[in-house]
Each structure stands twice: as C-alpha cells, then as structure tokens.
C-alpha cells in the first residue's frame, strides 16, 4: 500500500542508497524490532485524530455519495502490493533500488472521518546489490477530509506503527524511513470509489502510480 508515503519515497530511497553503498552496516540492535525514533508529539495522538474529526465532514461541493463511498474496511491484497511496486520501481528507474513487497494491508475509513492504515507487509530492497529488509506492522492512524475527487490526510500518528529492519542480515534501526515508506496511500490522493473497489491516485516524482483495494 503502497509506497505508502509516496511523496516521499524517493528521499527515502536516497536514503537507503547512502546507507548501503558506504558500506556501514550498523552493529545489531538488541532486538530486531525497533519503534520509530521520532516520537509523535502530542498533537498526533489518537486523541488529538478524534479531536479532529469534525473538520472531516464532507464539503457541500462533495456529493454525498462520492464521501460515502470510501467509509468502510479495505484490503490491498499481495498482489495489488505488486502491482503498485511495479509502478513504483518504473517510476523510480534509475534511483539504484528496487522494491519487491509481500503480505497485504488494509484501510479502515470511518464515517467519523478518522481513517488507520494497517500495514502487515515485508518489503525487500534491493539497493545497490545490497538487501534491505523493513516490516511494517501495526497502524498509522489520523484524520481525512473528501473534497470532489481527492482524499487528504491530517493529524497522522505513527505512534502504533511497529518497524523493523535489517541490512545484509545485521538488524537496524530504521529510523523513520521504515514511516515515510510504509505511510498510508492516502495523502493528496485522488480517487475513483465503487461499492467493491477503491483506486487511489498519487505520485512518485511526477509519475502516477495507483493503489487498488477491495472490500
């Protein structure tokens, strides 16, 4: 779900090339599951996400049904994480990595205007022929407001979202590249809403690149 964060995937992408390619692998972390190291300040608690939920009420330029429509449970399956990369590692062509995902995700969007991405995903990168493995567990929760065709995102917290990593086998900190690629797909995304499918429209660079999800 992406390259979820996908404004910046390629400063993330960046990132990783300059890990792998000086050749530093960091000494092993005590455990191989690490938390974000940047803290969420209190501003994107859950708590503070409820407090905004008003400001999420549709617009009246918004037809209702169109608002309505992304409400619900939704799974991008593995095979929809593969075809995003897909478009990703186009987009990115060039940058020295390549992305290869497994597992699945899914999006719960509440009539309250509250959304949380819950990410169950391994993501491979091949940087530089140096693997880079990142697991996203958990969720990144906030707040979304629907105006015509687009879906934006405020007060998001990665304060439950659970990143690991490991380079060439050695476990690392992530840091917060694990956040700013597994973020949800949601921001400045336009959509295209059915009763049984949500597409959402983003960008890498100046590329589209689409996430699909199913209920």
């Known amino acids: 779900m992406p390259a979820f964060r996908t404004g910046r995937a390629l400063a993330a992408i960046l990132a990783l090339s300059a890990l792998a390619l000086t050749g530093c ?32 009420t549709p617009t009246p330029s918004t037809p209702a049904s169109d608002a309505d429509c992304v409400i619900g449970d ?13 478009q990703v590692n186009a987009a990115l062509a060039g940058a020295g990595a390549t992305f290869t995902p497994a597992g699945s995700a899914g999006l719960s969007m509440r009539a309250d205007g509250t959304y949380s991405w819950l990410p169950d995903v391994q993501l491979t990168a091949d940087v530089a022929g140096t693997q880079i493995l990142i697991d996203l567990a958990g969720s990144i929760d906030g707040s979304y407001t629907v105006s015509g065709d687009t879906i934006a995102t405020q007060n998001d917290s990665t304060e439950n979202l659970q990143i690991s990593a ?18 949800a797909p949601l921001t400045n995304s336009t959509f295209t809403c059915s009763p049984s499918t949500l597409v959402l429209t983003s960008s ?11 209920r």
Request: charged share 10%; hydrophobic share 30%.
């Open 166 to 183: 490991t380079i060439a086998g050695v476990a690392t900190d992530p840091g917060t590249i694990g956040e700013q690629i597994g973020g």
């Open 25 to 56: 692998v960091p000494e092993p972390e005590p455990g191989a599951s690490t938390s974000p190291s940047a803290s969420p300040s209190p501003s994107a608690s859950p708590s503070a996400t409820a407090s905004a939920a008003p400001s999420a």
């Open 204 to 214: 890498v660079g100046d590329a589209p690149v689409t996430t699909t999800l199913h």
């Open 74 to 86: 939704w799974t991008t399956s593995e095979a929809d994480l593969v075809a995003y990369y897909d």
